[in-house]
């Protein structure tokens, strides 16, 4: 099975080799628009459109795999900042509380003229420790938070202010690898099953 990651995020790209899946990255140029107001629904959105985005592109049979990520606080959903005073007042918001990391995956599957698109998201729980004002300029400071959702990555040195989690860490990463996989092989095995 062609795969395709329609990403440019050098995160899932890892989480991908470590899985030992083989697979290329095209990036398309998708505007985000957000219709959804649920964050499920919201990245289950956008990981729908980034994989459209790219499937034009992509000539013959393939899986496309569109991924968004994006973090929660109650209602609130926290993107990327803007810059560092943006990036202060998302830490200040998460420091000692708990929130939610949803990553939306969307496997598009281009086989003859047939299209065959799911989507799915996965939710985790974030507890993060008391941060002071001085150790979330700090962190700042290292130029860490600015391409990551919610301005922090559990894989960096942000993950010393994590005290634990409720859910799957590669989701909090950008990808809920063991799904992916498993919604992998039931595509093959619905192949197997056609021919």
């Known amino acids: 099975m062609r795969i395709v990651l329609a990403s440019a995020s050098p995160r899932r790209r890892e989480l991908l080799e470590q899985a030992g899946i083989d697979f290329e990255i095209l990036i398309g140029s998708t505007r985000e628009c957000i219709t959804k107001e649920e964050p499920g629904e919201i990245v289950e959105e956008l990981s729908l459109a980034k994989a459209k985005g790219v499937a034009e592109a992509v000539t013959g049979d393939a899986v496309i795999i569109?991924?968004?990520?994006?973090?929660?606080?109650?209602?609130?959903?926290l993107g990327k900042p803007k810059d560092a005073?943006?990036?202060?007042?998302?830490?200040?918001?998460?420091?000692?509380?708990?929130?939610?990391?949803?990553?939306?995956?969307?496997?598009?599957?281009?086989?003859?003229?047939?299209?065959?698109?799911?989507?799915?998201?996965?939710?985790?729980d974030v507890f993060m420790t008391s941060m002071s004002?001085?150790?979330?300029?700090?962190?700042?400071?290292?130029?860490?938070?600015?391409d990551k959702a919610g301005s922090y990555g559990i894989q960096g040195r942000a993950g010393?202010?994590?005290?634990?989690?409720?859910?799957?860490?590669?989701?909090?990463?950008?990808?809920?690898?063991?799904?992916?996989?498993?919604?992998?092989?039931?595509?093959e095995v619905e192949d197997d099953r056609k021919e």
């Open 66 to 77: 569109g991924a968004d990520t994006i973090v929660a606080k109650g209602n609130k959903v």
């Open 85 to 124: 005073e943006d990036a202060h007042q998302m830490l200040a918001m998460l420091q000692g509380e708990k929130h939610q990391v949803y990553t939306g995956v969307t496997l598009l599957q281009k086989k003859g003229d047939e299209k065959i698109i799911r989507s799915f998201h996965e939710r985790t």
């Open 133 to 146: 004002d001085q150790e979330i300029e700090a962190y700042i400071a290292t130029g860490e938070p600015f």
């Open 160 to 187: 010393i202010f994590v005290e634990r989690i409720e859910g799957d860490y590669y989701n909090v990463v950008g990808l809920p690898i063991s799904r992916l996989c498993r919604e992998l092989k039931s595509l």
